[in-house]
């Protein structure tokens, strides 16, 4: 017997080789700049953490301001030739820095090269904000049905999540021993490979020509300014009650969930007792629990439908991330951290049905575009929100209620769960299941229908982007 070596179809599995390798390669590349800047670059400056946080600045910069506007381009272009053509851009991109890394660091002022960085890391995540959408609509064309997209968003987490568990280990020696530039060569070498895997992609249906929202398509929609598509879209995506309630859940639970990138290692150390040594299984145990989710994923969709497995992965991730704020020992707190992850995951996942199914083949770009910027403000304001309650107003909140002792950081855990939780009641009843089979009908069916009903309803059964994103 000849073993199975495709995932969902052929096509499928050529783009998400690429991926792969692509995402092992942006895994190093980021966390070798990080330690770069922080342990080389800035070594012993007051203003090191000020250095390392204008990479993220740049990373946030190019998803908030280039996103929107990427998403017009996508439509318009054909998408296998916007991924490659983003590819080749990376690419360059890259190995340009890496064959300025060959200098001496004494050769260029430190503003210099840290303006070098920034700039290379806010044009590759500009490029990103191209490929992301592309890629998704190219997803949309390759893989049909509910249950086998969520299978293809499931492979793709647990390909990120494995990429993030095996990358960052790989940076720390490469650079160490090998040096900045070849770290850099590496991830310009994963671009290469990314681009001759999507190169070798072949069997794209015939795209629809893009449209306007009256149905004017082809030349119309080319000869129409740019401010108008991108207007176009956000009307499309602001008339869906169906997208506005899928972005509504995804901001509320983005602001219940990302108070864990901010506060996580205060309560590791603090609440758990955790030495900062080990503080690596955190993301070691996310890692795992968010491989498993993904795995899994697919499945419960199929079992339970996208829609169920949206409200309930809500209700079941925010009563273990307050389960997990009453933690007080190492084992309990990776254990409770690990489960946590899996429904997120899970629910992530089920996200991507949800808006194949909401987006018609010509507003896939923007409704992405407006989509994930959105959640991804709305995770940065979660951010900043948790830092400076737990730094001012609730610094020196401490006392016991029933029994149960309470302190800053974990009142902030406590309370960002029960706001997942009622993001998911939220979810129950904004996206209830409709009698009848589910169906699993695609994009283009669910465009027709909503765009063409007052209700805005979309297919039965097909959720929240992750609280990180990686690649």
């Not at 009843?429 to 283009?444: F, I, K, N, V, Y």
Request: overall charge positive.
């Amino acid at each position: 017997m000849t073993a199975r070596l495709t995932l969902i179809n052929r096509d499928y599995t050529r783009l998400w080789v690429g991926q792969a390798v692509s995402s092992i390669g942006d895994a190093v590349f980021s966390t070798t700049l990080v330690l770069w800047v922080a342990t080389v670059l800035t070594k012993d400056k007051s203003w090191a953490p000020m250095a390392v946080s204008g990479v993220l600045l740049a990373t946030g910069t190019a998803v908030l301001f280039v996103g929107p506007l990427a998403g017009v381009f996508v439509d318009r272009w054909d998408k296998l030739s916007t991924m490659l053509r983003t590819e080749v851009v990376r690419g360059a991109l890259v190995a340009l820095l890496a064959a300025v890394s060959f200098l001496p660091v004494s050769a260029l002022p430190v503003g210099v090269w840290l303006a070098l960085v920034y700039v290379t890391v806010l044009t590759l995540n500009a490029s990103s904000q191209f490929f992301t959408p592309a890629r998704f609509a190219v997803i949309a064309d390759l893989v049909t049905g509910d249950a086998d997209r969520a299978r293809a968003a499931g492979i793709a987490q647990a390909t990120s999540q494995t990429a993030w568990i095996v990358g960052p280990p790989l940076a720390a020696p490469l650079l160490f021993t090998a040096g900045l530039q070849w770290a850099l060569l590496f991830n310009a070498l994963s671009y290469a490979v990314s681009y001759v895997a999507i190169r070798s992609i072949n069997t794209i249906p015939a795209a629809a020509a893009p449209a306007e929202p009256g149905g004017t398509k082809g030349a119309t929609a080319h000869r129409s300014g740019l401010l108008r598509e991108f207007a176009a879209g956000l009307r499309y995506f602001a008339h869906s009650r169906f997208l506005v309630t899928l972005v509504l859940i995804a901001v509320i639970g983005q602001f219940g969930i990302g108070t864990l990138s901010t506060l996580n290692v205060f309560f590791a150390t603090e609440n758990l007792h955790m030495s900062t040594h080990l503080f690596g299984y955190v993301g070691t145990a996310m890692g795992l629990g968010g491989i498993v989710g993904a795995l899994c994923a697919g499945r419960v969709v199929q079992w339970f439908g996208a829609r169920r497995t949206t409200w309930i992965g809500l209700l079941v991730s925010g009563a273990l991330l307050v389960l997990y704020s009453r933690q007080t020992g190492f084992l309990g707190g990776i254990v409770l951290l690990c489960a946590f992850t899996v429904p997120l995951t899970m629910l992530n996942t089920a996200m991507a049905p949800l808006l194949l199914a909401a987006a018609p083949a010509e507003y896939r770009g923007r409704v992405i575009a407006v989509f994930y910027p959105v959640t991804q403000l709305a995770s940065m304001l979660a951010a900043v929100l948790s830092g400076w309650l737990a730094g001012s107003v609730l610094r020196d909140v401490a006392g016991y209620v029933l029994g149960l002792r309470f302190g800053a950081i974990d009142t902030i855990f406590a309370v960002s769960g029960l706001i997942v939780v009622l993001s998911g009641v939220y979810a129950w009843a904004a996206l209830p299941d409709r009698s009848g089979a589910e169906t699993d009908g695609g994009p283009g069916a669910a465009g027709r229908e909503e765009a063409g009903t007052a209700q805005h309803t979309v297919p039965d059964d097909e959720g929240l982007p992750r609280s990180s994103a990686a690649s």
